[in-house]
Nanobody, 117 residues
């Protein structure tokens, strides 16, 4: 069965850094656009960053531009989110998403990021 397993979340102080990883298995990772979303209670899940299947193009939410970097390693079937200069408003559950051009999509279980002020 398809798996997306996020790791790397935790508690960090304002201004600190974290790197999230999402390890994929049992699907053709290199054919999928990979994205990171985040969600706080009572709000809709929002797109944080996305990267094309080859890694040649990325896009970011305005709120994280210049602070977060998405990358992928197709040899390791893993996508990363490097988060720097973290702010309390970055506190959320972060989800990994895989989407195929056909529309097929998968979600991870999420990892909690808590930024203390």
């Amino acid at each position: 069965q398809v798996q997306l397993v996020e790791t790397g979340g935790g508690l960090v102080q304002t201004g600190g850094s974290l790197t999230l990883s999402c390890a994929a298995s049992r699907f053709t990772f290199s054919s999928y656009v990979m994205s990171w979303y985040r969600q706080v209670p009572g709000k809709e899940r929002e797109l944080v960053a996305a990267i094309t299947s080859t890694g040649g193009s990325t896009n970011y939410a305005d709120s994280v531009k210049g602070r977060f970097t998405i990358s992928r390693d197709n040899n390791k079937n893993t996508v990363y989110l490097q988060m720097n200069s973290l702010k309390p408003e970055d506190t959320a559950v972060y989800y990994c998403n895989a989407k195929h051009p056909s529309g097929r999509a998968y979600w991870g279980q999420g990892t909690q990021v808590l930024v203390s002020s």
